[in-house]
């Protein structure tokens, strides 16, 4: 049975993991990279991606000189191996000090993390990218519960946005989250109301440093099956 | 009045949460967004800033269509109340 792994990315400052991350890069990674206009997502960019580099050696067999990435319409990265399209899903999201890599063997697969902050307006984006039920269960949230659940509704999202390559360019209020996990249920199945032969397998993974979630496509033998988080 | 790039340089300074940023610091109205490592938070919330100053409907899937400073500039210009 084909789970979706998502792997925790430390991305706390340190000279010698970064030193360490960039020699993972290809020459495209190293001029991305250097564009960067500042420091803190240029280290977050070098950590993760050299750690994806590291599981996709291992899930793939491969040396780390064969892989390479292309990119789909919106920028979804895929893996190559030697030139070839590799079988595998990934997909990678950092925030602040915390990066989540997920991969999987068959299906799509979205991740995002975000550290939550009290400085947004979660009432003004709460508009902008939650449906009225989703509203509805905001507004009857008390203090932190409140912030909470809108950046559990954010990343499960986001996770969905992503897995499907559309990213933002989706409009995500469009769509809501299963009742039973705006509720508190850390996983569930969701189906986009314009894609509705597509089953997707959420996961909440946030936990009290950060809001997380994995979004997986279920396949024939990827059906019901769980997240390992390693 | 203010232009438009005066104005946004002071949402940018305000509301714009880019970590790594001196607050008014030089803007790069070129620079991609995706260059600046702005969480998609910060980019849909100061999107809601933008839309308020200058009375423009824009929705979350709007953030995609401006890869800089200077697209969005164009945009309020030709579309702003």
């Not at chain 1, 893996?79 to 890599?101: C, D, M, T």
């Not at chain 1, 947004?120 to 949230?141: H, K, Q």
């Not at chain 1, 597509?198 to 059906?223: F, I, K, P, Q, T």
Request: aromatic share 8%; with cysteine.
């Amino acid at each position: 049975m084909a789970a979706a792994t998502v792997v925790h990315v430390d991305l706390t400052p340190c000279a010698s993991r970064e030193a360490a991350a960039w020699g993972w890069l290809d020459q495209d990674e190293r001029a991305r990279w250097k564009r960067f206009l500042y420091a803190p997502p240029r280290r977050r960019y070098a950590l993760c991606r050299a750690a994806l580099r590291a599981l996709l050696c291992g899930a793939l067999d491969a040396d780390n000189e064969q892989i390479a990435f292309t990119f789909a319409e919106h920028g979804k990265p895929r893996a190559q191996v030697a030139g070839r399209p590799a079988a595998i899903s990934f997909n990678v999201s950092h925030s602040g000090n915390h990066g989540l890599v997920a991969w999987a063997p068959r299906g799509r697969v979205g991740v995002d993390v975000e550290e939550r902050s009290a400085r947004y307006d979660i009432d003004g984006l709460s508009e902008t990218v939650c449906g009225p039920r989703e509203r509805a269960d905001l507004a009857a949230a008390r203090g932190d519960g409140r912030l909470h659940l809108f950046y559990t509704l954010w990343t499960l999202k986001e996770a969905l946005v992503k897995a499907t390559g559309a990213g933002l360019s989706c409009d995500v209020s469009r769509f809501e989250i299963p009742a039973a996990m705006r509720r508190g249920k850390p996983t569930g199945t969701f189906r986009f109301p314009q894609a509705p032969d597509v089953n997707w397998r959420l996961h909440n993974l946030g936990n009290a440093a950060y809001a997380a979630a994995v979004a997986h496509e279920e396949v024939a033998d990827s059906a019901a099956a769980p997240v390992t988080t390693p | 009045m203010a232009s438009t790039e005066e104005r946004l340089r002071e949402l940018v300074d305000k509301h714009l949460n880019v970590e790594g940023r001196q607050s008014g610091a030089t803007l790069d109205l070129n620079a991609p967004f995706a260059d600046s490592g702005i969480s998609s938070v910060a980019a849909v919330s100061f999107m809601m800033e933008v839309a308020k100053e200058f009375d423009v409907k824009m929705n979350v899937g709007d953030c995609a269509q401006f890869p800089n400073m200077q697209s969005l500039i164009d945009f309020l210009d030709s579309n702003a109340g």
